[in-house]
């Protein structure tokens, strides 16, 4: 079955620096990348996704890459305020299943 | 309009016991899954149903669970003699598509159940 690793599992950056967060994936197949951001109990919300026939894309401050040959993909949050502080989870799909990574801690400090 | 919802939204049960815990998909989606969330880690899949059909239970981790969703709307997560590692939040996500075209999953806010 699908594996997908993520680092780091807990980032703290300085208010408007910017954050990145990769992940690793190991079956091929996997063709959706959604990225999801889960506050203190509460759901996770996805905030980005990106399938397979496209390298980047793009949403205000938050970007994401997937370079399919190496098999990863990266979160990229620019200009990083407070309010993004929370768990962010990368996940991969063949359509499927949904596997989740593990989790990176976001702190912002102000 | 309304999101997936999801009830109890805490649980506490005694080791030993059978629980039930119900969630409502977004109206009109075909997908619905439910996952494990142990503290600190990712979503862990449990298993998923097409409308009424359960396509995949491969993520259950016993025979205890058992999973249905009869008339391909709300479905049910049953527990049965609950144990203490059964401790987790439990998330079901809906999606507008069939598993298979891998649409955006929307989640629920979970339960948390407590075996004690």
């Known amino acids: 079955g699908e594996n997908v690793e993520q680092h780091p599992s807990t980032l703290s950056v300085q208010e408007g620096d910017s954050a990145v967060i990769k992940c690793t994936y190991s079956?091929?197949?996997?063709?959706?990348f959604p990225w999801y951001k889960q506050e203190l109990g509460k759901r996770p919300q996805l905030i980005i996704d990106?399938?397979?026939?496209?390298g980047e894309k793009k949403d205000q401050r938050i970007a994401v890459t997937l370079n399919k040959t190496a098999k990863h993909f990266s979160l990229h949050i620019t200009e990083t305020q407070p309010e993004d502080s929370a768990v962010y989870f990368c996940?991969?799909?063949?359509?499927?299943?949904?596997?989740f990574g593990t989790g990176t801690s976001l702190t912002v400090i102000p | 309009g309304a999101g997936v919802s999801q009830s109890p939204r805490y649980k506490v049960a005694k080791r030993g016991q059978d629980v039930a815990l119900r969630c409502d998909p977004i109206?009109?989606?075909?997908?619905l899954f439910w996952y494990q969330q142990a503290l600190g880690q990712g979503p862990e899949f449990l298993t998923y149903?097409?409308?009424?059909?359960?396509?995949?239970k491969s993520g259950l981790p016993s025979d205890r669970f058992f999973a249905e969703r009869p008339e391909g709307s709300v479905s049910t997560l049953k527990i049965q003699r609950t144990q203490q590692e059964d401790s987790a939040v439990y998330l079901c996500?809906?999606?507008?598509?069939?598993?298979?075209?891998?649409?955006?999953?929307?989640f629920g806010p979970g339960t948390r159940l407590t075996v004690l």
């Open positions: 996500a809906s999606s507008l598509s069939p598993p298979w075209s891998t649409d955006t999953q929307y």
């Open positions: 079956d091929s197949a996997s063709n959706y």
């Open positions: 990106i399938r397979s026939n496209v």
């Open positions: 996940a991969a799909s063949t359509g499927n299943q949904f596997y």
């Open positions: 109206s009109g989606h075909v997908s």
């Open positions: 149903f097409q409308n009424e059909a359960q396509l995949d």
